[in-house]
């Protein structure tokens, strides 16, 4: 009888080896086909950007190089606000315009430019202009004021405005 017992127990062992084995194989069959079908969408994937988008032929293009118009500074009395009647803005701008043209006809018409601008400037109270949003208000009143029409064609465009000086006395 003590044979049996053995012979009962190397069955079991067997089995048990032989599960194990299964089962690993079974786990190793299954990271295989993981591997592969995440190997394939990438492929895919790619594939599909490549199809929809042909790759396109940029054009080298030299950078535009900015024209500024300097203008001398400006000295301006302010609007009075409530007891203040003596403040004055010293103000120095250049501007930033699309091209050469828009650059020629702000020199062409330059009194105009500067009489538009001291108006613009003097009715802007100190309060107003002391804030950040007070300045970006003033640089976009200036591009307003410089879009309207110079001569009777058109007026000039003007992409920015830079502060040279800016004091508030």
Same mark, same amino acid.
């Given at each position: 009888m003590p044979n049996k017992k053995k012979s009962t127990t190397t069955g079991k062992s067997k089995l048990r080896s032989l599960f194990i084995l299964v089962i690993l194989l079974l786990a190793v069959g299954a990271c295989s086909i993981a591997a592969w079908t995440?190997? +394939?969408m990438k492929n895919m994937q790619a594939?599909?950007?490549s199809d929809s988008e042909p790759p396109e032929e940029t054009e080298v293009t030299e950078p535009i190089?900015? %024209?500024? %118009?300097?203008? &001398?500074?400006?000295t301006v009395s302010l609007k009075p606000a409530g007891e203040e009647y003596d403040r004055v803005l010293y103000i120095g701008l250049t501007l930033r315009v699309n091209n050469e043209d828009d =650059? *020629? =006809?702000i020199e062409k018409y330059l009194p105009e430019v500067r *009489?538009?601008?001291l108006m613009l400037f003097s009715g802007h109270s100190a309060e107003e202009l002391s804030?950040? +949003?007070g300045k970006s208000q003033l640089i976009q009143d200036i591009k307003q004021v410089l879009t309207t029409p110079? &001569?009777? =064609? *058109?007026?000039v465009v003007v992409t920015d405005v830079l502060f040279n000086a800016f004091i508030l006395r």
């Open positions: 995440m190997y +394939e594939r599909m950007l190089t900015p %024209v500024y %118009v300097p203008l &001398d500074t400006f =650059k *020629s =006809k *009489s538009r601008l804030l950040n +949003e110079l &001569d009777e =064609k *058109s007026g």
